[in-house]
């Protein structure tokens, strides 16, 4: 690794502000003279992280991590110090001396284990992708893809690829001379019991999972052909790079779209996920999984205070959605909203149907808030002029109007509902008191 130079490392040192670089990570206040946020080190509820403008420097007071802002990036980063000068002149939109980034570029983490690791996938994602958009292989995916509506710009945004049913990954790694026992952790490969080891992904569309720092770590594969013996979608399994817990799909791309907008958007699926990107709506992120985790909560309150589900429009969508509302609501302080999505369909199908124009309307005027949702929702498959039907609506209803914490929106959710009947809403005001 090439020494920087002590006076090009104090030239960026003072050039960038350092809650202008922390603020890329952590969603910062203005307390005083300093900021405070929820610290990207450790989990907590309440703000411990402190970057003091003055001085310049980050401190949390729960774990005590501090320093300046080239220790914060080589700390939230996991990397060296001279890989953490050249991010944060990135950063702070410094123009460095080409002798400079390209000999530190690849250095200092290369020859770890994590860092091979990052290599393969990085290599691994180049190979699939050139095979998709280059090769007569890749020409029935890179079909189906154009299909879905998705642009060659979009694909190329996303890096997506696709896994032939030829084993091309382990010569193109092999010749790479990369250890077989670090090919086996890499999570890329299966192992027969003769010990052969063959590509994991084979006939799949695949999404390449990135970290915050936009570094490939994992992969998510479509089936091209329906399988009723294999899943539709195959994921990557844990390893040293991949924790599914803590990952959000395109959460590298969204957080300073998170942060101009002010809410960010959770979809169920990652092509809703690239066409609303497409489309213009580029806050949306998906989890790895059913649910959002505590772990990828924590990562959305450190960034947003606002967080809206666009699911399916159908009645398995609204029940998702309604199970997310329901799982999400003790676990976050983030203000929870719902993106509907009229006519029963998804919003990739909305996209598509409609217009990319039509969708960021939706996104800007159609949000509701939860109780809108838990109204609406509550309604559905009920005979509301059904006296039956009326009493188990309202029951529900005010079942959740008592969760509700403040007494304004309270009253005026009883009034609505008090409305809708046609009865005086001092009947109920006992039931939620």
Known sequence: MKRIPEETVEQIRSSVNIVEI??????????????????????EKTPSFSVTEE??????????RGGNVFKFIMEIENISFPEAVIKVAELGGIDLPKSVTESNA??????????????????????????????????TALKYLHQRGLTDETIETFHLGYAPVQQVLLPFLEDRHFPRELLIRSGL????DAGQLYQRFKERVLFPIRDPQKRVIAFSGRLLKKDEKLPKYLNSPETLLFN????????????????QHGFAILFEGFMDV??????????????????????????????????????????????????????????????????????KRDPDEYINQESPTAFVKL????????????FSFLAANRNLTNENDQLAYISD?????????????????????????????KKFSGTVA
Not at 189 to 192: A, I, K, L, Q
Not at 367 to 372: G, I
Not at 411 to 416: C, N, Q, R, S, V
Request: with cysteine.
């Open 22 to 43: 922390v603020s890329q990570y952590v969603q910062l206040h203005k307390s005083g003279k300093n900021y405070f946020g929820l610290c990207p080190f450790h989990e």
């Open 55 to 64: 001085k310049q420097i980050f401190h949390c007071f729960s774990c005590h």
């Open 106 to 139: 690849t250095a200092g983490s290369a020859d770890t284990q994590v860092g091979q690791l990052r290599q393969i996938h990085s290599l691994a994602a180049d190979l699939f992708h050139h095979i998709l958009v280059n090769t007569e292989i890749g020409e």
């Open 189 to 192: 490969f299966t192992e027969n």
């Open 244 to 259: 599914k817990r803590k990952v959000l799909f395109n959460f590298d791309l969204a957080k300073s779209e998170i942060r």
């Open 274 to 343: 690239i066409s609303a990107y497409q489309a213009g709506v580029q806050q949306g992120i998906a989890s790895m999984g059913t649910s959002l985790t505590n772990e990828q909560i924590y990562l959305l309150e450190r960034t947003t205070d606002r967080l809206c589900l666009c699911y399916d429009g159908d009645d398995p969508g609204q029940k998702a959605t309604a199970r997310a509302l329901q799982l999400l609501q003790p676990l976050t302080k983030l203000e929870l909203g719902v993106i509907p999505i009229p006519g």
């Open 363 to 374: 996104v800007k005027d159609g949000q509701q808030n939860q109780m809108s949702f838990w």
């Open 397 to 425: 209803s005010l079942e959740k109007i008592a969760t509700v914490a403040s007494p304004v929106a309270r009253d005026l959710y009883l009034g609505a509902i008090g409305e809708t009947f046609f009865f005086r809403e």
